[in-house]
Each structure stands twice: as C-alpha cells, then as structure tokens.
Nanobody, 127 residues
Framework: QVQLVESGGGSVQSGGSLRLSCTAS????????KGWFRQAPGKKREGVAV???????IYADSVKGRFTISQDKPENTLALQMNNLKPEDTAMYYC?????????????????????WGQGTQVTVSS
C-alpha cells in the first residue's frame, strides 16, 4: 500500500524558516513528478514546488527564491526548505506523487496530475 507521510510543519514568525519532509513507502518514486501543494482555509489547493525524477524543478511564482524542493532517491524522501516565510504562506501542506501516466497537457503544478497524497502538515506563519 502506497503511503506518503509528511513531517516538519509548525508555527514560526514572519521571516523564519521551516523544512518539510515526505517519506514514501509502498513504492519507489517513479519517473514522474512529485511535489508539494498547499491549501489555506477557503482557498483551492495550489501547487508550491514540484520536482521530476530527472531533477527538473518548477516553483510557484509566490515562492520563487524562498523555497527549495529536493529529493533523496535512495531514501525515497522529498523535502521542502522554506525560508523567509510570510503570513500568506500559512496553509496545510501536502506531499503528492504521480505514479502513473496522465494527460501530458496537465501542468506539473496542477493537482490533477497526482494520484497519491499525504495527510498534510500544518504551517502557520505569524506576523
């Protein structure tokens, strides 16, 4: 059974840093995309940062220069280093993985591309 388990969320003040981790079990990260999404109350889920197995990364404009996504293939883990956090970064953060072919027209930052999701970890940034 495939499982994605996030950790590392918490509460920080504006300008602070957090590092999120996601560990996959039940499968090995495949030759597709994986990444981080977030959802704030009353808002739709949005892509934050994604990475392909070949190392290609894509970031949402709102986090460019502040967040860094990385993967550790032997350990089957995914990380998101978040620096200079802002109150608008407050949300539930989810790890997601694509393990099967999908419509190539669906962009990597689109949640519809991903078929496995973690349970989420809360990030709260106070001003």
């Amino acid at each position: 059974q495939v499982q994605l388990v996030e950790s590392g969320g918490g509460s920080v003040q504006s300008g602070g840093s957090l590092r999120l981790s996601c560990t996959a079990s039940g499968y090995t990260y495949s030759n597709h995309w994986k990444g981080w999404f977030r959802q704030a109350p009353g808002k739709k889920r949005e892509g934050v940062a994604v990475i392909h197995n070949n190392g290609t990364t894509i970031y949402a404009d709102s986090v460019k220069g502040r967040f860094t996504i990385s993967q550790d293939k032997p350990e089957n883990t995914l990380a998101l280093q978040m620096n200079n956090l802002k109150p608008e970064d407050t949300a539930m953060y989810y790890c997601a993985a694509q393990t099967m072919r999908t419509n190539p027209a669906i962009q990597p930052l689109n949640a519809m591309r991903y078929n496995y999701w973690g349970q989420g970890t809360q990030v709260t940034v106070s001003s």
